[in-house]
Every structure is written in C-alpha cells, then in structure tokens.
C-alpha cells in the first residue's frame, strides 16, 4: 500500500472491513435505514479507501475525466 498518514496497513485493513460490513448491514436491513446513511457510509468507505492509496484516488479521477 501507498502512504497512509502512518496508520498501519492492519489497521486499514481493519477499518475497511467494518465500513464494508456496514454497507451490507445496510444493504440488507431497513431500506429506509439503509438510504438515510448510505451516502456517509460511502464516503467513509471511500475516505478508508484513499488513505491506503492515495494514488487510487488520484487515477480514479482522471478516469472520470476521460
């Protein structure tokens, strides 16, 4: 993994797992539950994301662009 603000790789990994473990609770529980946090339990995912590889993001967005 890319530089990540000194957090630890199992602790990214860590934190990974549960913000993808919330999205499927989510995804199988309460729709209206599920649709009120869906896009701050994305973003947190994404955020995870990022801090293991800065790089990810930096070529996600200039994917987008083409």
Request: glycine share 4%.
């Amino acid at each position: 993994m890319c530089s990540n603000g000194g957090r630890t790789e199992a602790d990214i990994a860590t934190r990974l797992a549960a913000a993808i473990n919330e999205l499927a609770a989510a995804a199988t529980g309460d729709q209206d539950a599920a649709d009120d946090n869906l896009a701050e339990r994305l973003a947190r995912a994404w955020a995870t994301i990022v801090a293991a590889d800065p790089e990810l993001a930096a070529r996600t967005a200039r994917y987008s662009r083409s």
